[in-house]
């Protein structure tokens, strides 16, 4: 299996209703979302660090949650300027994201309600900077575009794995996984 993220990108930013408004106030709204960048990483790394194994994970290489935090501050400050609107290299970088949160054992169970959190302390910065209603409605869809990011990697690579350690096919697969989730 191999997903064409620029497409993937596309899709998502129909299911979530991401608009051209919603990139020109995003884009409008760039400096601040640096400016915030930082306390944003604080609070997402301060919720992950209060959980035994997911601490366990950040720290597991020195150094890890300090270049964390600042890719942190770079992914969030992404969210504003789409970095080439949006396009390619957008898609690109994200599915790049939810890679490496799969190399390192970053997983769903964590992932979400850190992006929770991202999501409630944007609301509070927002309220505090009189910032708009539309832009945390914007923000919001760009969180969830990037959270859907990081889960299909999760999908994509574990079935990946599945088919080339087992050689069986993908329409074979998704037979077994159906039949499996009926039993729940």
């Not at 997402?44 to 501050?73: P, Q, S, W």
């Not at 039949?179 to 729940?184: D, H, K, L, N, Q």
Request: glycine share 6%.
């Amino acid at each position: 299996m191999t997903i064409d993220s620029f497409a993937f990108l596309k899709t998502l930013e129909q299911r979530v209703s991401l608009t051209s408004e919603d990139k020109a106030i995003l884009k409008s709204n760039a400096e601040w979302g640096l400016e915030i960048a930082p306390a944003m990483a604080d609070h997402f790394y301060a919720y992950l660090g209060r959980d035994e194994e997911m601490n366990a994970i950040l720290n597991k290489v020195e150094g890890r949650v300090h270049r964390l935090h600042e890719t942190f501050i770079q992914w969030f400050h992404q969210m504003f300027t789409g970095m080439d609107d949006w396009g390619t290299e957008y898609a690109k970088c994200r599915w790049h994201i939810g890679v490496i949160h799969v190399k390192i054992g970053i997983v769903p169970q964590y992932v979400v309600p850190a992006m929770g959190v991202v999501v409630h302390e944007v609301g509070r910065a927002l309220k505090i900077s009189a910032k708009s209603e539309e832009l945390q409605e914007s923000l919001s869809k760009m969180c969830m575009i990037d959270l859907a990011f990081i889960e299909q990697a999760y999908v994509e690579v574990s079935t990946s794995a599945v088919l080339r350690e087992t050689g069986w096919s993908e329409a074979l697969f998704r037979r077994l996984v159906a039949t499996g989730a009926s039993t729940f």
